[in-house]
């Protein structure tokens, strides 16, 4: 059985949408799982004003879907606490405070608190400037702030919220979450370069010609067109999740698994990380917007049709890019990335094409193909290798094969999933799958050159639904005599 932590959790915007969707059926694994025991307490606040007996019924109706013993889901919902909650105001947050050390008592929590931002950011400051004026840190246990995304949209505004948290939290008690790094693959890249000898000497620029990173959603905007109208996908998801797998997949090999080595091989792939001037923006990085098309016989909408969309949005709803680090093992290879909505199909996929064979044996063929290595993140879970070898019969003529694992779904659906994961780092006291400032601020200073550079570029470029973005993405490639390894609409190996 693992080791039961015990804390008070506090979380900010307990009616929310992410409060149900994720925290509290990652809190209900960890339950079960006796991580959380006896020992802990939840706080819900928001507006609304529920009692505690409404507000385990939420929670309840939460983990429905995780097919809970009706027993235990019902022990599970008495450590929940609800307090409607004006974060503006201070005396919310003395009340707060004492409900709190109620709970401390009643569960012998060693005044152990973690704080859960999961609410709208323009809130962050505010909320972070109460819990210190109103003293609700302890001074017996732990304190650590959970901060979800967006951090910031640019980096004044990133520097200016991290010193606001900073005036409250010591660094190493702020957990910035990027749930991407919580997956099951992602997690595992690590052990997969570093700890398999096929791959540890390879990954570098003598063997590979380039790498490719794709996060295609299939979905629209959703019900999201609130926040993403202000975000768009550069700082929805290429700030944040494809940098994080960028610094995976580039960083050398740490001296340990520890949390200060790790992030010490990270801050140096984020450190060659070097802005662009806006001519080179403009060169390497694509933007686009979809635009509404007939999907499987469906009208689908365009993104400007969309529910709380501005009919003359400027809002990427796609990136494409090509980035290069100056990093002595990776001059010349380009990483191009590429994410967007209504795209063809759901696939977060990462993929490394090696260099062709300096004088092949059997030459080269048009069926012969470079190696590659991709790594299916989701939906699908695993990877594949495509090689060259003879097709069957007595002629010579080279083909690809593959060579490909998958985890069973089952066993992939039974694994923690990714907030449960990082909340029990948290509660371990665990920063290495988290974004730190370092991070952080050279992300945004890339980012930021971006934005800059498409500013200038009034007219937004479209692209139908349900395809894999514009031209101007596949041109990005092929200008360098290269191409998009996935390609859905094209008949290819399974992804």
Known sequence: MPEESRAVIIIFGGSGD???RKLYPALFNLYRRGVLAEHFAVIGTARRPWSDEHYHEVVETAIAGLNPEPAQAHAFAQHFFYQSHDVTDADHYITLKNLAA?????FATGGNRVFY???????????ASHLKSEHLLTDVGFNRLIIEKPFGHDYASAKELNDSLTATFDDDQIFRIDHYLG?????????FRFDNTIFEG???????DNIQITLAEAVGVEERAGYYEKAGALRDMVQNHVMQVLSYLTMDKPKSFTTNDILAEKDKVFAALKPYDLATAKANFVRAQYVGAEVDGKAVRGYREEEGVAADSQTATFVA????????????VPIYIRTGKRLTRKSTQLTLTFKPVAAPLFGQSADSKPDTLTIYIEPSEGYSLQLNGKA??????????????????????AAPEAYERLINNVLEGDQTNFTH???LSASWHFIDAIQAAWSQEPNMPTYPAATMGPQAAFDLLSRDGREWFWQPHRVQMAD
């Not at 997956?183 to 052990?191: D, F, W």
């Not at 890019?321 to 010349?332: A, E, F, H, R, T």
Request: charged share 25%.
């Open 437 to 439: 400032w370092s991070e």
């Open 18 to 20: 992410l409060a149900s």
């Open 202 to 208: 390879i990954w570098n620029k003598k063997y590979i």
């Open 183 to 191: 997956k099951e693959m992602i997690q595992n890249l690590l052990a």
């Open 102 to 106: 109620k709970l401390d008592d009643q």
């Open 321 to 332: 890019g090509k980035i290069m680090l100056d990093m002595p093992q990776w001059q010349g």
């Open 392 to 413: 069957l019969g007595t002629g010579l003529t080279i083909e690809p094969d593959e060579l490909r694992y998958r985890h069973d779904p089952k066993a992939a659906a």
């Open 117 to 127: 931002m999961a609410m709208a950011p323009d809130f962050f400051e505010t909320i």
